[in-house]
């Protein structure tokens, strides 16, 4: 019997950008579910044409949306997440869900120092209109290439904007970004937590909107505890590692990974590294 499979998206994206690994999952016989965040239930079209539904959404609402349809399952289930979907797959596994987590490119939660000059060129047009806080983000065309298909051609990332792009809520980016200067962030985990469910971070070279650097230091405070925690670092790869070419790859390894981690018995799993 199979694990089944939650695939968490990121800001600006929808469960849309995961159509090819839901399917790629689907053929080697898992169930698949990619619930979209609460509020965004809708195509990306009609998120464009109306994103206030998105107007103060924030991760809490989110958070215990993705709690109960994990709960609702009869089995554990591997929990993927890229970006903000990574960062919200960290903390469903530190409320002691999945039996195994996998994330491209997490969204730091607090306690993950590292700001690179990529990662603020990205948030700051939100941050600084407070006023963001309440409504959503939008990204031109330019600065979706820049922050997640800045390895694909013009043509390519032209298309993915336009088949994948959504505006984000504003007040998620504020909540993550502000985490470390918040004693009572909603982005907290427990580093230490030893009862975790395995964890593979992943991180691109390549990526202009969580930089490897701050995946890799996700992964070295999470694997402080004695839990399985992992680090996986693709050469070449964009922010949009679920979608760029050659992300079957990418898929191919988080499931086999995955599936390993799930079947072995908590004391035959490797130690914790990263």
Do not use: C
Not at 157 to 181: K, S
Not at 223 to 248: C, I, L, Q
Request: positive net charge.
């Amino acid at each position: 019997m199979t694990t089944p499979i939650v695939l968490i998206h990121g800001l600006w994206l929808t469960p849309r950008s995961w159509e090819g690994w839901k399917e790629r999952f689907e053929a080697r016989g898992h169930d698949v579910l990619t619930p979209a965040w609460p509020r965004m239930e809708g195509e990306v079209e009609a998120l464009r044409r109306d994103p206030s539904v998105m107007n103060g959404l924030g991760i809490a609402e989110v958070l215990d949306h993705y709690e109960r349809i994990i709960r609702r399952l009869g089995t554990p289930p591997v929990i993927m997440g890229h970006s903000t979907g990574g960062l919200l797959t960290e903390l469903l596994l530190d409320r002691g869900l999945g039996a195994a987590g996998v994330t491209l490119s997490p969204a730091p939660v607090k306690g993950v120092l590292r700001l690179p000059p990529a990662l603020l060129r990205t948030v700051f047009p939100a941050l600084r209109n407070p006023a963001n806080r309440k409504r959503t983000v939008p990204l031109t065309a330019k600065q979706f290439h820049r922050g997640f298909t800045n390895t694909m051609n013009d043509a390519d990332a032209e298309a993915a904007y336009a088949r994948y792009y959504v505006p984000a809520p504003g007040r998620v980016i504020f909540e993550v970004a502000l985490a470390n200067l918040n004693p009572h962030a909603v982005t907290k985990v427990d580093f230490h937590k030893d009862d975790r469910a395995p964890l593979l971070v992943m991180g691109n070279d390549q990526d202009h909107t969580i930089p490897a650097s701050v995946s890799k230091e996700a992964a070295t405070r999470l694997g402080k505890s004695k839990a399985v925690v992992e680090y996986k670092e693709f050469a070449g790869r964009p922010h949009f590692t679920a979608g760029a070419p050659g992300w079957e790859a990418v898929a191919d390894y988080a499931l086999d990974w995955a599936n390993r981690h799930v079947a072995a018995p908590a004391e035959t799993r490797e130690p914790a590294r990263a």
